[in-house]
């Protein structure tokens, strides 16, 4: 029974994959993560599969996809060394959160039911000065913290760093790395162990990716590699040329990877929450490139001018290999780290830094890694084929290989800031995509390219494929719809009677002045409250009128079967109003007696 159950999966986001009717999905034990004790229940990590036979899960298509990766790379790291015949995929993230204090997020439904805050004016002070950064971390969260890492530890989760982060009450942890699969369940597992530790400390944490606006977001970046059962990180320099050749190698293979299916990356870390900081300037943009730092730039364009077309003479080949024979050793200290970059090469890994902190680690990794096998099994083809008919030695083929490559990903390499509005310009030349709406993004789902890349190598066939593409677009449809809702509410029931009760007290006091004061001396003394009255009386119309228009909005959305048509009704023509709205909430918060003003501000969320 627990290697295998059949649990009732009726209300489990399906896609379309099964009717209610017949509901039965099955869990099947996954030997490769370790079982774990939560209190006294023992929690077998499974896979979640339907009744016929569809992944419903992450880790299902995971495990896939990380199987095909190991014997596609096994087959290249053959070319370098013979003993090779494991290769696993690592993951080290990097998990952002925020902390606020559990009174004050009760006291805020929009957080509470949307885990952000949908209205607040940016307070006076928040990260202009760095100074939470770098300063020292306070009592009442080290304590969380040293809480924290007692339990993940006592879960197996390798719990190293924690620090402050660039926003007020924004944290970050990470672990040691690990084998890919047992890293996103721990970071499942440290999701939820931040969540349940941090009540313990009357904290509530957001793993939201926007919690409050104007202020920095919540990313988690996912530290990328290989190694094989040899011990060898296939994204570290070698020591000699020939291990700096295999080094090379994965490294080009992963740039083009990346370059043929950065529309499926996108689509893997795309969420209501995550597309605020999408292309925001503050995080990565939507548009993916590489970036691999000066050294290795110099040697690829080296490589890529230096290669001669088919056999080389014993100079050239003696060149070539002092050439990459320059790699120094340790890359760690002579990578610059571009924290604009989306993928960025960070000394012996890639680090994923567009992934959202409140994302499923495997999203991402089921497609990375499906890219990279898919790759890795092409450049086998084409080297072994330059060997077999055009008779090259083998170091010769990689060469010509890898050339070709250099040349055809190029486009996605990117050195400079990837915040800037040039490089718009620039990768829109390239003819590098950036979208920035998320239903549009998600239709990589279910691209050609996707579903042929995820069909060859047997991780997802195309009815799941549709089947995520259509559970993520509901996911997101459903977030922009309760948000929408939430506003509302709050906008009818908290900030319009209390912006009136306040115009209220504003116009005794004016009718007072009048009693007092003479006509001429009247106008002197009242003309300014009796514009904050005008004020008032123009945000709260303004508020009515696009709450309604809102609700509009949404009973046309709602009336739209097709999921995707009425996802983009939601993105195009409900979102928007979320921030119209907001403006004059915010505006009104500026105006309005700090006394009346019914939910916690900014300035009392963040600093505390
Ligand atoms: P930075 O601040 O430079 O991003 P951090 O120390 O915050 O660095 O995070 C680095 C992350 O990279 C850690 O989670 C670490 O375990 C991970 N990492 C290091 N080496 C590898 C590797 N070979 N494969 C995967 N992840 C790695
Ligand atoms: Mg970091």
Known sequence: MLAQQEP????????????????????????????????????????????????????????????????????????????????ISTLGWEQEYFLVDTALFQARPDLSLTNRTLMGHTSAKDQQLDDHYFGSIKERVAAFMKDLEIEAHKLGIPLKTRHNEVAPNQFECAPIFEETN?????????????????KRHYFTALLHEKPFAGINGSGKHNNWSMATDTGVNLLAPGKNP?????????????????????????????????????????????????????????????LEKSVPKGKMTPDEKTELKLNIGKIPEILLDNTDRNRTSPFAFTGNRFEFRAVGSDENCASPMIVLNTAMANQLKEFKKEV????????????????????????????????????????????????LTNIKSAIEAYKAYISDKTIQLFEENEVLSKRELEARFEVRIENYTKKIQIESRVL?????????????????????????????????EFNH????????IKQISKHITSIKQKVNEMIEARKVANKVDDMVEKGKLYEENVKPYLDDVRYCIDKLELIIDDEMWPLPKYRELLFN
């Open 8 to 87: 009732d999966a009726s209300s489990f986001p399906s896609g379309g994959i099964r009717n209610t009717f017949e509901a039965r999905g099955y869990t099947a034990w996954d030997p490769s993560s370790p079982a774990f004790v939560v209190g006294n229940t023992l929690c077998v990590p499974t896979i979640f599969v339907s009744y016929t036979g569809e992944a419903l899960d992450y880790k299902a298509p995971l495990l896939r996809a990380l199987n095909e990766l190991d014997k596609a790379a096994v087959e290249v790291c053959q070319y370098f060394d013979k003993n090779v015949t494991k290769v």
């Open 182 to 198: 047992l890293a996103v369940d721990h970071n499942q597992l440290l999701m939820d162990l931040i969540k349940k530790i941090a």
């Open 242 to 302: 020939k291990g700096n050749l295999q080094f090379l190698t994965f490294l080009i293979n992963t740039i083009k990877a990346v370059y043929d299916h950065s529309d499926a990356l996108r689509a893997s870390i795309m969420s209501a929450g995550n597309q605020h900081r999408l292309g925001a300037n503050e995080a990565p943009p939507s548009i993916i490139s590489v970036f691999i730092g000066k050294k290795l730039t110099e040697m690829l364009d080296d």
């Open 384 to 431: 072994d084929e330059l060997i077999e008919n055009k008779g090259l030695k083998k170091d010769e083929a990689i060469f010509q290989v890898l050339r070709e490559y250099i040349k055809y990903s190029k486009k996605v390499r990117f050195e400079g800031n990837g915040y800037s509005k040039e490089w718009e310009k620039e990768a829109e030349k390239r003819g």
């Open 488 to 520: 509302g509410d709050l906008a009818i029931n908290h900030i319009i009677p209390t912006a009136i009760k306040y115009q209220t007290s504003l116009i005794e006091n004016v009718k007072g002045l009048k009693d007092l004061f003479g006509e001429q």
């Open 525 to 532: 003394v009242a003309g300014e409250r009796l514009e904050i």
